[in-house]
């Protein structure tokens, strides 16, 4: 443990070990706890079920398997363009086996024993539904205990919008999606397409846009 912890500091930059550590005025990390940054808000962006070696295993910049690659720059030209524009996380890993427990790390950094356990029963030998789908708000066993962003957010006083993540297709076809979230409610687009597989990713990929553009006029980030 000592020897990791040795390895974790040493490979850190150097404002990890020094909190106080000069930094440029526009740096997104502050200098000290409670400081001001340049980040007024944030896209997070999730897409699952391909590991890092089948989408960005041919980047040279990091440390991938190209023979792993299914879905390569010529392929996946957008993934490419935000990973060298943004970051590249070739060393990011995560406990997440399936959408189950992957959303729910996603969310809330931790998926809890009972998804762990339920999941298998629920994707296997499960045609009559004879077990629930345990994650994305189906059930409340499945809440991690210090909650999701959202509820972090809410409690920071941050504001926050979800577009589609633990949100399902409401009872009217074509109408608003719902969620069963207590704290998603009035900070979701009921008109953004939840998990859908006859409706089109560009679809809505346009309506997220189009938010985005509303969104960047009315905080005059234009």
């Not at 000592?2 to 440029?24: I, M, N, Q, Y």
């Not at 957010?153 to 074509?174: H, M, T, W």
Request: charged residues 25%; negative net charge; glycine residues 10%.
């Amino acid at each position: 443990m000592h020897e990791w912890t040795a390895r974790a500091f040493k490979c850190s930059p150097p404002f990890a070990l020094d909190p106080v550590a000069k930094r440029g005025r526009e740096h997104p990390i502050p200098s000290r706890v409670g400081g001001k940054s340049p980040i007024r808000s944030m896209i997070y962006v999730i897409k699952e079920n391909r590991t890092y070696d089948q989408v960005l295993g041919d980047m040279p910049e990091g440390n991938g398997d190209l023979s792993l690659c299914l879905c390569d720059a010529t392929v996946t030209p957008n993934h490419h363009a935000l990973a060298r524009e943004f970051v590249l996380l070739d060393h990011f890993y995560v406990e997440s086996e399936v959408s189950a427990d992957g959303h729910e790390w996603s969310m809330g950094g931790y998926a809890t024993d009972f998804v762990g356990k339920s999941w298998p029963l629920s994707y296997g030998h499960n045609s009559k539904g004879k077990f629930p789908y345990p994650s994305e708000g189906n059930l409340p066993v499945a809440f991690p205990a210090n909650g999701s962003l959202w509820d972090r957010a809410r409690q920071a006083g941050v504001s926050y919008g979800n577009y589609g993540e633990f949100c399902v297709l409401g009872p009217i076809k074509d109408g608003p999606a719902v969620t069963r979230i207590p704290s998603l409610e009035g900070h979701f687009d009921p008109w953004f397409r939840p998990w859908n597989m006859d409706y089109l990713n560009v679809k809505c990929a346009a309506h997220f846009s189009e938010e985005l553009k509303r969104f960047e006029k009315a905080m005059d980030f234009a």
